[in-house]
Antibody, heavy 123, light 107 residues
């Protein structure tokens, strides 16, 4: 069964850090790009960041560029999101998703999603 | 960045109704447009990719059309399990963007 399981969410103070993880199973992890999407409470979906199958290409939304870092570990079949300098507006459910392509490009989409992990930034 | 809008923001419909949701991009995106369904408390689900290709396992009552800047998601005969929020997403630019969503609820 293809599955993504996120972990690492919780409460962080403004200016603090958190690292999210996403454990993948049921597919060849390195053959697909991976993506983080977030959803603030009661709001819509916001794409955060994507990484290519080999980890060599990354891209970020302007709202997180310079603060968040996406990475992946092939040996552990795990995707990460290191979140630094957190702000109240980063409060959201964070979903990891499997891309339908190996490198984020035109025509990409997200066909498998995890259940999400909640991040709350508050003092 | 490419902006994506949706209309309407919400609609009320009955089981059996034909429902149409529109998505518009700020620039031409060819057919690089995907549709997702999200139910409360659940992760989104990919319905349509490439503007008109049905994702595996998705019922055939869902269909997508359009190219350039204007796109449509149609549910030919609304079923109870289709009451949800629907999002379009452009994938022409790798700064991917989602539309604001259309909530479909029961009339």
């Amino acid at each position: 069964e293809v599955q993504l399981v996120e972990s690492g969410g919780g409460l962080a103070q403004p200016g603090g850090s958190l690292r999210l993880s996403c454990a993948a199973s049921g597919f060849t992890f390195s053959s697909y790009a991976m993506t983080w999407v977030r959803q603030a409470p009661g709001k819509g979906l916001e794409w955060v960041s994507s990484i290519s199958g080999n980890g060599g290409s990354t891209n970020y939304a302007d709202s997180v560029k310079g603060r968040f870092t996406i990475s992946r570990d092939k040996s552990k079949n795990t995707l990460y999101l290191q979140m630094n300098s957190l702000r109240a507006e980063d409060t959201a459910v964070y979903y990891c998703a499997k891309d339908i392509v190996v490198v984020p490009a035109a025509g990409d989409g997200f066909d498998i999603w995890g259940q999400g992990t909640m991040v709350t930034v508050s003092s | 960045d490419i902006q994506v809008t949706q209309s309407p923001s919400s609609l009320s419909a009955s089981v059996g109704d034909r429902v149409t949701i529109t998505c518009r991009a700020s620039h031409s995106i060819s057919n690089y447009l995907n549709w997702y369904q999200q139910k409360p408390g659940k992760a989104p689900k990919l319905l349509i990719y490439g503007a008109s290709s049905l994702q595996g396992g998705v019922p055939s009552r869902f269909s997508g059309s359009g190219s350039g800047t204007d796109f449509t998601l149609t549910i030919s005969s609304l079923q109870r399990e289709d009451f949800a929020t629907y999002y379009c997403q452009q994938s022409s630019s790798t700064l991917f963007t989602f539309g604001p969503g259309t909530k479909v609820d029961i009339k």
